[in-house]
């Protein structure tokens, strides 16, 4: 992994262009159909019922063979991916439906309804941090102990009162030296995500408790922003409430080409 914020992970590609969606083409078997219809079905049923704190889970390990296919052509790929690392590590992707999400791990296959998966609140859960001591701390750091200082207090409110916050530290006063003790004191956590929803971002965890590196980039993967959010889970990577209700309409109009 990358010892930088400007680098970032480099095991998840960035993506290159934002997912607009487009209904999928039904498969023509026959057998996927039949097996497909019953999965829709579900899907619709778990979509109309989630509300923000009841997520919906739809076991696959049971699925048959003509069913997964299905579901992989059907569903496709949507805006965010990511890697919950652990054990075991976790990968998760957005289908083309917005708050619909596939988690496959080992022993793990299911579909998740909710802004995002749990997994990765579970997996990104961290706790406070302490100020090291000013004898520790290198020469030429000067900037980054105070803006460590105003992190720790953000999220200490924030796990208090749930108050978010973002540092764009593009606008901070820091040189390599204290950008990199900066990196090297929040750490990496365990979860990394990747949304192409507002162009291309990379959002990783950090040993502390809510907070988050959030970098965008170009098309050339030039970094254009470098920010650190405190939040449960930052927005960007986030299905909103109404997201959710159009991908249940638009999984109902799917339905209706069986009718």
Known sequence: MSATPEEGPAYLPLPNS???YTPPLLPDDAELREAGDVWLDRIEQALAAYGPGAPQVLDLRDASPAALRFLKEVLGS?????????????????????????????????????????????RAAAGPMALPDPESISEGVINAPHI?????????????????????????????????????????????????????????????????WVQFSNASNQLILNALD??????????????????????????????
Not at 92 to 100: K, Y
Not at 154 to 171: Q, Y
Not at 230 to 259: K, N, T
């Open 230 to 259: 405190i939040a449960e889970i930052p927005a960007v990577a986030c299905a909103a409430p109404d997201d959710i209700a159009d991908s249940a309409r638009r999984v109902r109009a799917l339905r209706g080409v069986y009718q």
């Open 18 to 20: 934002v997912t607009q």
């Open 148 to 212: 460590l200082a105003e992190i720790l207090a953000r999220s200490a409110k924030f796990m208090d009162t749930g108050e978010t916050h973002n540092f764009n530290l593009d606008l901070v006063p820091m040189s390599d030296a204290d950008l990199g003790w900066l990196v090297r004191m929040l750490g990496e956590g365990n979860v990394v995500i990747i949304s192409a929803g507002y162009g291309a971002c990379r959002i990783r965890s950090t040993h502390l408790a809510a907070a988050w």
């Open 78 to 122: 949507g805006e965010v991916s990511a890697l919950a690392m652990g054990s075991p590590d976790v990968q998760v992707e957005e289908t083309i439906f917005t708050g619909l999400w596939r988690v496959r791990g080992d022993g793990l296959d299911y579909l998740e309804v909710g802004d995002v998966p749990r997994i990765l609140r579970e």
